[in-house]
């Protein structure tokens, strides 16, 4: 059993920034790789960032420069850190673990809301 517990959404207004974490427990490596995708409403599930087990990151090239992953492997932990925040950030962001034989683990997801 894998289980994935994000937090640190809310309400924020533009230009503001917040710090989404992700915990892993349960049968799971702490290397595995991680990563966040987002779902605004009315719209697809779309990448955000990923980072590998050895630390290697990817983003979405639209967010690039605003969104920064990071990982704790000792608390198994994910991080996304959004600055320069804007309206069209909202969504619920979930994030994921890499599991074996091409299975990936989700959150429940963390509501993010960006006035104008």
């Known amino acids: 059993q894998v289980q994935l517990v994000e937090s640190g959404g809310g309400l924020v207004q533009a230009g503001g920034s917040l710090r989404l974490s992700c915990v892993a427990s349960?049968?799971?490596?702490?290397?595995?790789?991680r990563g966040w995708y987002r779902q605004a409403p009315g719209k697809q599930r779309e990448f955000v960032a990923a980072i590998s087990g050895n630390g290697i990151t990817n983003y979405a090239d639209s967010l690039k420069g605003r969104f920064t992953i990071s990982r704790d492997y000792a608390k198994n932990t994910v991080y996304l850190q959004m600055n320069s925040l804007k309206p069209e950030d909202t969504a619920v962001y979930y994030c994921?673990?890499?599991?074996?034989?091409?299975?990936?683990?989700w959150g429940q997801g963390t509501q993010v809301t960006v006035s104008s």
């Open positions: 994921y673990v890499k599991g074996d034989y091409g299975r990936s683990y």
């Open positions: 349960g049968n799971i490596s702490r290397f595995n790789a």
